[in-house]
């Protein structure tokens, strides 16, 4: 990772931890420099990064001003990946969960209407990865992502293929906590649910495409919860003697 990156995400997620809170400013540009060791051409590029995610802005005499969490560009790769390394936050899953639901079933009822074979193909095949065996958590991700970015691309709308920063990012958010792969019933039930949706995109099943994909969504969320219920009734647990 170059300085640039490093600096920016570093910075990015001291901002959404709260460690500079909106309406205050940055540490001046000479106490940046010396923070991080790197010359000014590069705090600067940093800090415009920062100003077009709309972290920052910088005014003369005044400084560079954290701006209120209403500016900032979610739907950033970048904001989207430094949330996710803050932690699982019921309020970023649940945000997640309903930009989801808006807008992948209809991504999904486009592509039954618009699939191509070369697209089903493509489909069946991120299936068929989906159910090998030997996964982690970390390649039954990106199987995954890539199925649905696939769907994606078959919707036919550019715009439905540019969401893909939103649902790789609440799978690594999802995958943190809990994975199909963790046990092999779910690993399994997982590869159906995804298989459902790509029979109803290949049967130009619009409406079932669209029900597919939200029950796919929501187990994931189901999933989570019930983690999170374990680990909370395990830090209940008194120790024992």
Do not use: C, Y
């Amino acid at each position: 990772m170059s300085n640039h990156n490093r600096i920016a995400t570093i910075l990015g997620t001291e901002i959404l931890k709260g460690r500079h809170r909106p309406e205050s400013n940055l540490p001046s540009e000479p106490e940046l420099i010396a923070r991080f060791k790197v010359s000014r051409t590069v705090m600067r590029e940093v800090i415009k990064t920062l100003a077009a995610k709309g972290f920052v802005v910088s005014k003369t005499r005044i400084g560079t001003r954290v701006r209120d969490p209403l500016h900032w560009n979610m739907f950033d790769a970048d904001v989207l990946a430094w949330r996710s390394g803050v932690g699982l936050d019921a309020d970023f899953v649940r945000s997640l969960t309903e930009i989801r639901r808006a807008l992948e079933p209809a991504a999904a009822a486009l592509a039954a209407q618009r699939r191509t074979t070369a697209d089903l193909a493509e489909l069946r095949r991120h299936v068929s990865d989906m159910a090998r065996a030997g996964h982690t958590r970390k390649s039954f991700a990106a199987v995954d992502l890539a199925l649905h970015l696939a769907i994606g691309v078959a919707s036919g709308n550019p715009l439905m293929r540019s969401m893909g920063s939103v649902i790789e990012a609440a799978l690594l958010t999802s995958f943190t906590s809990s994975s199909p792969v963790d046990n092999p019933r779910d690993h399994e039930k997982s590869v159906q649910s995804h298989s459902a949706i790509v029979d109803a995109i290949e049967q130009r099943d619009t409406a079932a495409a669209a029900a597919a994909t939200l029950e796919v969504i929501d187990a994931g969320v189901r999933r989570i919860a019930a983690k999170q219920r374990r680990d909370a009734k395990g830090r209940r647990r008194p120790p024992e003697r």
